[in-house]
């Protein structure tokens, strides 16, 4: 059994719910935020920095948005800021890395990291790769990933092929249709991304222990904290005083947990050895793989 990490690992999601993107299988109500309802997601956002910023512990954050939050300057700055935090040892965020990118240069990245989704469809393998560069040449590290549906098997082959072997490419398995990959295609994928297999099917977790509601928890934009984005079930508020006395070790309730942001905190998986201080962006760390297997016609680059 790997110990539990000291540190706090918190997944923080406001009410912001509008993406640029219409992604046809995205899980999420897409909605549009008003002009006000940004200004309140900001307000909720800045408080919570603030409360990051006043605590005693080492505190990593992953903002996990209903919709895209980084093209929101409210964001960047509140990423910049806690990436210059000494208490914080890794901000980061999930994001469509679609938004304009030249903040990133005034965020520390040795604390910054993204995740990073590539959408075909919504954008061009061009544009996705010139946002790499970008976030390259600020020295942030990211990991980069894709919905694995069967219709986009040439699409990742290619962003793998034109991305730097050093960046780490995910496979999200498709897993709304039961068996939807043969056993050729999940070698095939597998080729890409080594641990494609975890997340084939949802993982069996009721009765072990889990970091959820321990070290690791989340926040919502009123400060309320649940073991997870899974499970309800209010643990405190992080703006009352004591709330950490409700954090401790629990085994999960649930049968299954099917999502890589919960169960990499499945303490019987062993992830944190996987990922060690890329669990957050969802880097292994022992990445770059040293030898990723050659895969037949692999190509060098694409324009
Ligand atoms: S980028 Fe993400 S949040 Fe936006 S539509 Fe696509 S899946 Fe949904
Ligand atoms: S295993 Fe998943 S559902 Fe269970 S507590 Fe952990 S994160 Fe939540």
Redesign the pocket.
């Known amino acids: 059994m790997s110990s539990p990490d000291p540190r706090w690992s918190i997944l923080w999601r406001g009410p912001l719910a509008s993406?640029?993107?219409?992604?046809p299988?995205?899980?999420?109500a897409?909605t549009r935020d008003d002009r006000a309802a940004l200004a309140d997601d900001a307000r909720r956002l800045g408080r919570f920095v603030d409360w990051v910023a006043g605590r005693a512990e080492r505190i990593g954050v992953l903002f996990t948005?209903?919709?895209?939050a980084l093209g929101h300057r409210a964001y960047q700055e509140a990423m910049i800021r806690l990436s210059h935090l000494p208490n914080v040892w890794k901000v980061a965020a999930q994001t469509?890395l679609s938004a304009s990118l030249p903040w990133l240069a005034r965020a520390n990245p040795a604390t910054t990291a993204l995740w990073a989704?590539y959408?075909p469809g919504?954008t061009t393998l061009a544009r996705f790769l010139r946002q790499c560069a970008t976030a390259q040449a600020a020295g942030v590290p990211f990991s980069v990933g894709i919905v694995g549906r069967r219709e986009v098997f040439d699409d990742i082959e290619r962003l793998r092929d034109a991305l730097d072997p050093a960046i780490y490419v995910w496979i999200n398995a498709w897993k709304r249709e039961a068996d939807y990959y043969t056993a050729d295609e999940v070698a095939r994928l597998e080729r890409i991304d080594p641990h494609f297999r975890l997340n084939l099917h949802p993982q069996p977790t009721r009765g072990g222990l889990c970091l959820g509601g321990h070290t690791t928890f989340t926040v919502d934009g009123a400060g309320d904290v649940r073991r997870c984005h899974f499970l309800g079930g209010v643990l405190g508020n992080i703006y009352e005083a004591g709330f950490e006395a409700a954090l401790r070790p629990r085994a999960c309730p649930a049968a299954t947990c099917g999502c890589h942001i919960g169960y990499v905190h499945y303490e019987p998986l062993r992830l944190h050895e996987v990922f060690g201080d890329g669990v957050l962006e969802r880097i292994p760390a022992a990445w770059p793989a040293s030898a990723l297997p050659a895969r037949e016609g692999a190509l060098s680059s694409v324009a």
């Open positions: 993406c640029n993107y219409a992604c299988y995205c899980p999420f897409k948005p209903w919709g895209e469509n989704t959408h919504e």
